[in-house]
């Protein structure tokens, strides 16, 4: 009888150390659940990160931007040649895509950082090729400059707006008039149509006919560089070269300038408009990029001033 009890205290014990281990390990199951390890919570934090990054990409604008080589420091493999001569070479501009989505009415301006960001800024040309779709910027603020442009051309004509009487100089002109004439429709379909002799402007009405022999708009005569700067919201320069090898103010319409007027450096030489950097960046400007800029490539520069 004593035996039988023993055997079953010892089974009872046993039961009862057993529930109680079993007890144990749910009770430690339950607080490690509840007390998540630090791989989860950065797993969680790297999703999150991600997940942003990926929000702020694709909401960047559609047109894509310049992350071409430096012509300052990888100069352009221009020919051989003397100073003012130029060698025709066959070149055909691609077709520029239609900006997607662009509207007069909601397109806002691209934001542009024009220096790189650090604690140290190096003064230089900010030169960077591009492609060609990136040529010509407009977006929901080209009303105003429309306006302002035609205001400035009506109140100060040929102060404002120029060509040399040199052919070569003209024929320049013409040949950049033209080839928004091309570009624009291309780019800006919303905007501008082509017409057999020239473009017409959708929002204004204008009709502009780009024949070297004709140059009008709505039937009026005007310069070449005048009926450029009514397509566009920027101003327009052309430096031609030389034969001293000099790059000149030649055609230009600058009509929305905040510190310089065209009348005042008309037919100057490049180094003598930018006197105040002409020791530091003359002789990359004009030897490095100028001269070996090549026909079948865009440049584009992109710089800031400090206004007080």
Same mark, same amino acid.
Request: glycine share 6%; with cysteine; hydrophobic share 35%.
């Given at each position: 009888?004593?035996?039988?009890?023993?055997?079953?205290?010892? $089974?009872?014990?046993?039961? #009862?150390?057993?529930?109680?281990?079993?007890?144990?390990?749910?009770?430690?199951?339950?607080?490690?659940?509840?007390?998540?390890?630090?791989?989860?919570?950065?797993?969680? #934090?790297?999703?999150?990160?991600?997940?942003?990054? #990926?929000?702020?990409?694709?909401?960047?604008? !559609? !047109?894509?931007?310049? &992350?071409?080589?430096?012509?300052?420091?990888?100069?352009?493999?221009?020919?051989?040649?003397?100073?003012?001569?130029?060698?025709?070479?066959?070149?055909? &501009?691609?077709?520029?895509?239609?900006?997607?989505?662009?509207?007069?009415?909601?397109?806002?301006?691209?934001?542009?950082?024009?220096?790189?960001?650090?604690?140290?800024?190096?003064?230089?040309?900010?030169?960077?090729?591009?492609?060609?779709?990136?040529?010509?910027?407009?977006?929901?603020?080209?009303?105003?400059?429309?306006?302002?442009?035609?205001?400035?051309?009506?109140?100060?004509?040929?102060?404002?707006?120029?060509?040399?009487?040199?052919?070569?100089?003209?024929?320049?002109?013409?040949?950049?008039?033209?080839?928004?004439?091309?570009?624009?429709?291309?780019?800006?379909?919303? #905007?501008?149509?082509?017409?057999?002799?020239?473009?017409?402007?959708?929002?204004?009405?204008?009709?502009?006919?780009?024949?070297?022999?004709?140059?009008?708009?709505?039937?009026?005569?005007?310069?070449?560089?005048?009926?450029?700067?009514?397509?566009?919201?920027?101003?327009?320069?052309?430096?031609?070269?030389?034969?001293?090898?000099?790059?000149?103010?030649?055609?230009?319409?600058?009509?929305?300038?905040?510190?310089?007027?065209?009348?005042?450096?008309?037919?100057?030489?490049?180094?003598?408009?930018?006197?105040?950097?002409?020791?530091?960046?003359?002789?990359?400007?004009?030897?490095?990029?100028?001269?070996?800029?090549?026909?079948?490539?865009?440049?584009? $520069?992109?710089?800031?001033?400090?206004?007080?």
């Amino acid at each position: 009888m004593t035996a039988h009890l023993e055997h079953a205290n010892r $089974r009872i014990s046993s039961h #009862l150390t057993t529930d109680g281990m079993d007890s144990f390990k749910a009770g430690s199951l339950i607080q490690t659940i509840s007390q998540p390890k630090p791989f989860f919570v950065y797993l969680v #934090l790297f999703s999150t990160v991600l997940i942003y990054l #990926l929000h702020r990409h694709r909401s960047r604008p !559609t !047109t894509p931007r310049s &992350r071409s080589p430096d012509p300052e420091k990888k100069p352009l493999a221009a020919p051989v040649r003397a100073p003012g001569t130029w060698t025709p070479v066959p070149f055909t &501009r691609p077709s520029a895509p239609a900006y997607p989505e662009w509207s007069i009415e909601t397109t806002k301006p691209l934001p542009y950082r024009p220096f790189r960001h650090g604690p140290k800024y190096n003064i230089t040309l900010g030169l960077r090729t591009m492609d060609w779709d990136e040529w010509i910027e407009l977006d929901n603020e080209y009303p105003r400059y429309h306006a302002d442009k035609a205001r400035r051309i009506a109140e100060r004509g040929d102060k404002c707006c120029r060509t040399d009487a040199d052919p070569r100089v003209f024929d320049g002109a013409v040949e950049l008039l033209e080839e928004l004439a091309s570009y624009l429709p291309q780019r800006y379909p919303s #905007l501008f149509s082509a017409t057999d002799n020239g473009i017409r402007n959708l929002f204004s009405g204008e009709v502009f006919d780009v024949r070297k022999e004709v140059l009008t708009v709505n039937g009026r005569r005007e310069d070449p560089m005048t009926l450029a700067a009514r397509l566009v919201q920027d101003d327009l320069a052309i430096m031609f070269e030389r034969s001293d090898g000099g790059y000149y103010l030649s055609a230009g319409a600058i009509l929305l300038a905040g510190f310089w007027r065209l009348e005042d450096k008309f037919g100057m030489a490049l180094s003598e408009i930018h006197t105040t950097y002409v020791n530091r960046l003359g002789t990359s400007i004009q030897g490095c990029v100028l001269t070996s800029i090549v026909a079948t490539c865009l440049v584009s $520069r992109r710089n800031w001033r400090r206004a007080c």
